[in-house]
């Protein structure tokens, strides 16, 4: 509840947007050592006969219990990005800092939920897929860890089918699977890269209302990847906006989203239409219609 509460006090006193770095007007909660640090972030792919630049000098800080989300077009990097955090790329220069530790490797507080749904272990039924990890990297008892996987089941709506096999769960139901199966190992921070991208539009709508409700019931610290401006202001309370390959920062801004039923209200939908439309102008590198674009948002 106090992370809900200290959360929305941000929101409120910071729906200005501000370049990273400037707390002006922030509270004291959000002004606290942020969880994630990405500092002059490139990241490269070697091959052997030439070097792919994937992201060239990304800086941005997720606070806790932001629900952060990366935004840009195909290839520009946002899955190399997540991929960094969660320790599987090294950097190329630059560094990432989780709690003010440097990032070195992968590690059970970093948690990745991906789009594809052949991430749970086929032999396995739901509530072994959960639990499995909790005591191989938690080290919690085979009946502390069945205890957590049905509480976390039970959130994502699926305690009846613990004992089924993945194979007979449709899409929707498998990326509930892996999102409880993150949410149960109480990572420092969740990372997912377009968890619903592969879902049908109505499963989609309801999977990012669902993750916002889990959010809402206890707060958890989010670094979110899509493509999809509506998806990152339904998602996101921050979002960074990422240009074409390889990808730097364009601008960083707050989510107009005042909560769950935001879209329900029409003031609240006709700012985040406009929102929308303001990414995309930043997005296209489009001149705001009658004014230069808001200098302060601008990274460069
Ligand atoms: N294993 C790899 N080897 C070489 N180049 C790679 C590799 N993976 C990604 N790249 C390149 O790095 C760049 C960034 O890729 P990345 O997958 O991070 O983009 P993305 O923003 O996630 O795109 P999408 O929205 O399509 O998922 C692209 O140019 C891509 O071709
Ligand atoms: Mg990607």
């Known amino acids: 509840m106090d992370a809900v509460l200290r959360h929305r006090m941000r929101w409120s006193e910071s729906t200005a ?3 990273e770095g400037n707390t002006t007007g922030r509270s004291a909660a959000a002004a606290a050592d942020p969880v994630l640090r990405a500092q002059a972030l490139t990241l490269e792919y070697r091959t052997p006969d030439r070097v792919v630049r994937a992201t060239h000098e990304v800086d941005f800080s997720v606070q806790e219990g932001d629900r952060f989300v990366l935004l840009g077009p195909s290839g520009c990097g946002k899955s190399t990005l997540l991929k960094a955090v969660a320790g599987f790329v090294q950097p190329a220069a630059g560094r990432i800092l989780l709690d003010g530790k440097q990032v070195e490797r992968p ?9 594809e749904f052949d991430q749970l272990w086929p ?4 509530r072994q897929n959960i639990a499995f990890p909790l005591r191989q990297a938690r080290g919690l008892s085979r009946k502390e ?8 089941l039970d959130k994502v709506g699926l305690a009846r089918f613990a004992d089924a096999h993945p194979h007979t769960l449709s899409g929707g139901m498998k990326q509930r699977v892996a999102i409880a199966r993150a949410l149960a190992m109480r990572p420092r921070i969740l990372l997912m ?17 669902e993750l916002l409700e889990l959010w809402e019931d206890a707060p958890f610290t989010l670094l979110f990847v899509t ?10 309370n921050r ?17 107009p ?11 609240a939908d006709a700012e985040f239409q406009a929102q929308a439309r303001r990414i995309h102008r930043l997005l296209f590198d489009e001149d705001e219609p009658g004014s230069a674009p808001a200098a302060h948002e601008e990274k460069r």
């Open 239 to 255: 979002i960074l906006l990422l240009s074409p390959h390889p990808g730097r920062v364009r601008a960083e801004l707050n989510s």
């Open 257 to 267: 989203r005042a909560g769950l039923h935001a879209r329900d209200n029409p003031a």
């Open 107 to 115: 590690g059970a507080d970093r948690v990745v939920v991906f789009q």
């Open 123 to 126: 032999w396995l039924t739901v």
């Open 17 to 19: 947007p501000q370049a």
């Open 227 to 236: 493509h999809s401006i509506e998806e990152a202001l339904l998602v996101g």
């Open 193 to 209: 890269d377009e968890p619903f991208a592969a879902l049908d539009a109505l499963t989609r709508r309801r999977m990012q209302q």
């Open 145 to 152: 860890a069945a205890q957590r996987a049905e509480h976390y």
